[in-house]
């Protein structure tokens, strides 16, 4: 199949093409008119993602060197995400695809996060053939859920308030970085120490004396960002500016010791032996090596997105919908537009 996947959730206007399951084009524009209000304004990726999306496609096709005519299924993001930026995409989508006369797929957007370690292009890998645990952080999100062979999947714990990559975000603004703070708390983080400052870690082996912590796989970040705060309000601006990288190093140790952890309880409590990291968070090179040592202690399998594919991308919402078409799944006829982090019809309740 030709597969034609168009993403618009937040501010990455992304169209790609999927040749018989491989990746031939993977176009991804990046807004960058939100970086002065130091966060994604809603309106304006809106009306970038109009702007945008007709020549994201065009490129998206020729670079794949197949026409609209060629093409055999569509799809597209229907949430979660911003709703007016996924309406651009999922309009453009039902629209082009009414007029090719061919089928119509929406893809849930923390799905195709879920899968987006088993992209074919590159890594070479395939979708575990046992029970795996992933691990979505981005944004917008953190999660954990048990992914099934069928590709159902449970989840079984996600943040009761601010994200992981919005606590990179936040609190790098608080250190005067430019948005999105992320990568550039990764880069500072290099040459920092992250045992500087010991921010607090919730609902963590480190946040309690008791033991009530355990088998409790929520996130809570909403704390560290107040802490962080709180500690810089007590330092001058002097002395903020000459450890600003021993700063960075402890809020992203932070972070990042609160995910590992519990991934690999989720993982072992369950006698799971794979694991996978997917969103933009997944790009973190602390991470990265963090849950790599954790699962190699353990014997665990850890699976991670090619670096392309851990931010938002179309690839991932054409691999999807290849990959569910391929096992026999029809596309819904009717269906819900998210703008939270709600889950199709694959998805348990926790």
């Given at each position: 199949m030709n597969i034609l996947g168009i993403e618009t959730s937040c501010?990455?206007?992304?169209?790609?093409?999927?040749?018989?399951?491989?990746?031939?084009?993977?176009?991804?524009?990046?807004?960058?008119?939100?970086?002065?209000?130091?966060?994604?304004?809603p309106e304006l990726a809106s009306?970038?993602?109009?702007?945008?999306?007709?020549?994201?496609?065009d490129t998206?096709?020729?670079?794949?060197?197949?026409?609209?005519?060629?093409?055999?299924?569509?799809a597209a993001t229907a949430g979660p995400g911003l709703i007016g930026a996924v309406m651009v995409g999922l309009c453009f989508a039902q629209g082009m695809a009414y007029a090719l006369q061919i089928p119509f797929v929406p893809v849930n957007h923390i799905e195709a996060h879920i899968f987006s370690p088993f992209i074919n292009e590159g890594?070479?890998?395939?979708?575990?053939?046992?029970?795996?645990?992933?691990?979505?952080?981005?944004?917008?999100?953190?999660?954990?859920a048990v992914v099934a062979p069928d590709l159902s999947?449970?989840?079984?714990?996600?943040?009761?308030?601010?994200?992981?990559?919005?606590?990179?975000?936040?609190t790098g603004k608080m250190l005067g970085l430019p948005y999105?703070?992320?990568?550039?708390?990764?880069?500072?983080?290099?040459?920092?120490?992250?045992?500087?400052?010991?921010?607090?870690?919730?609902?963590?082996?480190?946040?309690?004396?008791?033991?009530?912590?355990?088998?409790?796989?929520?996130?809570?970040?909403s704390g560290l960002k107040t802490s962080v705060l709180t500690w810089l309000q007590q330092h001058s601006p002097e002395f903020i500016e000459y450890h600003k990288a021993d700063i960075a190093a402890s809020i992203q140790d932070a972070i990042v010791s609160v995910l590992v952890e519990k991934t690999i309880e989720a993982a072992n409590s369950r006698n799971i032996m794979a694991v996978s990291i997917?969103?933009?968070?997944?790009?973190?090179?602390?991470?990265?090596?963090?849950?790599?040592?954790?699962?190699?202690k353990e014997g665990i399998a850890l699976y991670l997105p090619d670096a392309i594919y851990s931010t938002d991308n179309a690839a991932m919402i054409a691999t999807l919908a290849e990959l569910k078409l391929s096992r026999g799944m029809n596309a819904e006829h009717r269906y819900n537009v998210a703008p939270y982090a709600s889950f199709a019809a694959g998805a348990k309740k926790g």
């Open positions: 501010d990455e206007t992304s169209g790609a093409v999927l040749c018989g399951g491989r990746v031939c084009s993977n176009i991804v524009s990046s807004q960058r008119c939100h970086e002065i209000f130091g966060g994604v304004v009306r970038e993602h109009e702007r945008l999306i007709v020549s994201i496609v998206a096709l020729a670079e794949s060197n197949i026409t609209k005519n060629e093409l055999d299924v569509i890594a070479g890998n395939s979708v575990p053939e046992g029970a795996y645990v992933s691990l979505t952080v981005s944004g917008g999100h953190t999660l954990l999947y449970n989840v079984i714990g996600r943040t009761l308030d601010d994200a992981a990559g919005e606590a990179f975000d936040k999105p703070a992320g990568p550039v708390i990764d880069k500072l983080s290099e040459k920092g120490n992250p045992a500087f400052h010991l921010f607090p870690r919730a609902l963590t082996s480190r946040s309690q004396s008791s033991k009530s912590w355990q088998g409790n796989l929520d996130f809570s970040f997917a969103g933009g968070v997944s790009a973190n090179s602390a991470l990265r090596k963090t849950m790599k040592e954790a699962c190699d």
